[in-house]
Structures are given as C-alpha cells and as structure tokens.
C-alpha cells in the first residue's frame, strides 16, 4: 500500500507540473474541466446516483467548467475578460465554505434531496476549478505555493495530531482529528507563510501588516480543515471510505483535493482584489 501510494504521488505531481508548466492556456482549460468531470463522478457516486444520471452529471459539470473557462477567459491568455462573473462565482463558494458547510457540519445534515446534492456538487467544484484557471494565469509558482499551504496544513495536522492529539475535533465525522492538529496545522502554515513571504521578499513591514497577514493565514488554514471535514462528512453518509479507486493507495480526485476545493476560491477572491478588479 504504500509502494501504491508514494509512486501514485510521484506520478501524479509529475504530471500535474507538466500540465501546469508545458500546456497552453486553452489546454489548460480543457485539463481544468476534465478535473471537475471526474470530481463529479465520484459525487455522483457519494450521492447514489444511477449509471445514466450519474455519467449525465459528470459531463454536464466538465461542460460547465468549460464553458465558463472560455467565457470569464481569454483562452489564448488567461487574461479575465469577465471579472465580476468570476468574483461572484468566488463569493458563492466562500460564502458556502465560510457561512454554510459550519452549520451543515453542525446539525449533520445530508444531502438526500437529490437537486440540492447535486448543486452542491457544482458549488464545490466549479469555483476551485475557475480558481485553478485563475491562478495559474496570475502565477504558476504562486498556485504551487497556494496548493502547497493545504499540504502543509494536513502534514502538520497530521504530525502535531498523531503525537500530542488528545481533544477531538470533530468525533462523530473524522474521529482522527484533534483541536492539537488543527493548532499544528495553523502553525505549520504560519512557518510555511513567513518562509515563502521571506524567500520573495514580502514580509510585512508594519504592526498592522503582520496581523492582517497572520489573520489570512489562519483562515485559509481554518477552511482547509472545513473542505477535509465536509468530505469526510459526504463519505460517511455514503458509507464509503474513499470517494473513488481512480488513484491508487489514495482513494479518489476529492479525496486529493477536498481541502483546495474550499481554500482556491478564497484565494482566487483575494489575487482578484490584489489586482484591483473587484466591482
């Protein structure tokens, strides 16, 4: 299993910096929208959906994906061409991440209405999807370093958790996670964030800089655990470990991406205002 694991991990970071680095923008789109397609299968399936409606939902969330790719766009570019269609795609997603998915893990609600699990489906992933476009676009290397905040957090929740884990934070949807993993994965990124913000010479000059910086660090952090916890949730109404056996020794595409499906539109709302184009 963990041969499976470390040469499914090898493979899979190789090829995504190859596509990230090597394809074309509109390439790019097309590889994106493949991404939402497969997510959308494997919710399909947490949500029990038939063969025929189930392979209906996946192409119509890769199409989506698409076609809101070549709308908000240039496809030769990846120059924005519609700002505020994409700044309300994004604020629909934090306000799901930030405002819903707390309450949702609160009273453990399921998605047994079948319209509103599979609008669900597409608030998850067609945000994170449009942010991966975004960007990659504004910087392949900041994407790496936005994606590689989510994988320290889990590293450091992991470590911090398995040592000194005594409080559980959330018993009843992943028994394995603790209030000490959860303040390891806040400092893991915290080091991480002042490393990288170090490395490009970007660290805050002033007492008020520090603290907004600090701030953002902890709620991206914050919501990384919310997207791991909503999956985890999703999985065990379904009574499913993984959400998919598409990658070997690691379960499905959410099970690799659930926590950068609730923290790239965040990030993608916050380059956007970086660059002055919010309304």
């Not at 934070?169 to 603790?178: D, F, H, M, R």
């Not at 170090?198 to 805050?204: C, K």
């Amino acid at each position: 299993m963990l041969k499976a694991r470390v040469v499914t991990a090898l493979l899979l970071l190789a090829g995504f910096l190859a596509t990230l680095f090597l394809l074309p923008f509109f390439g790019w789109i097309l590889f994106v929208s493949a991404v939402a397609g497969v997510g959308a299968w494997e919710w399909g399936g947490l949500l029990k959906l038939d063969g025929a409606l189930r392979f209906g939902y996946a192409f119509a969330a890769m199409a989506l994906c698409a076609a809101l790719g070549w709308i908000v766009f240039d496809s030769g570019t990846g120059t924005v061409v519609l700002a505020t269609l994409l700044v309300t795609i994004f604020l629909v997603a934090c306000v799901f991440w930030m405002l819903a998915v707390p309450v949702w893990l609160g009273i453990r609600w399921a998605a047994t209405i079948r319209f509103a699990g599979l609008a669900t489906g597409l608030v998850i992933l067609i945000p994170a999807c449009l942010a991966l476009m975004h960007l990659r676009t504004f910087s392949p290397l900041f994407l790496l370093a936005a994606m590689a905040t989510v994988w320290v957090a889990d590293i450091s929740a992991y470590v911090i958790g398995r040592k000194f884990g005594r409080h559980k934070l959330a018993l009843t949807i992943s028994p394995g996670k603790t209030w000490e993993g959860a303040a390891g994965a806040v400092a893991g990124v915290m080091i991480y964030g002042v490393a990288v913000a170090w490395s490009v010479g970007r660290l805050p000059n002033t007492m008020g800089g520090w603290m907004l910086f600090s701030l953002s660090l902890v709620v991206l952090t914050a919501v990384s655990i919310l997207g791991d916890l909503f999956e985890s949730l999703i999985k065990r109404q379904a009574g499913v470990k993984d959400s998919g056996t598409l990658l070997p020794g690691h379960g499905g595409v959410l099970d690799r991406i659930d926590s950068l499906t609730s923290t790239l539109p965040l990030v993608g709302l916050a380059v956007l205002y970086w660059e002055g184009q919010l309304p």
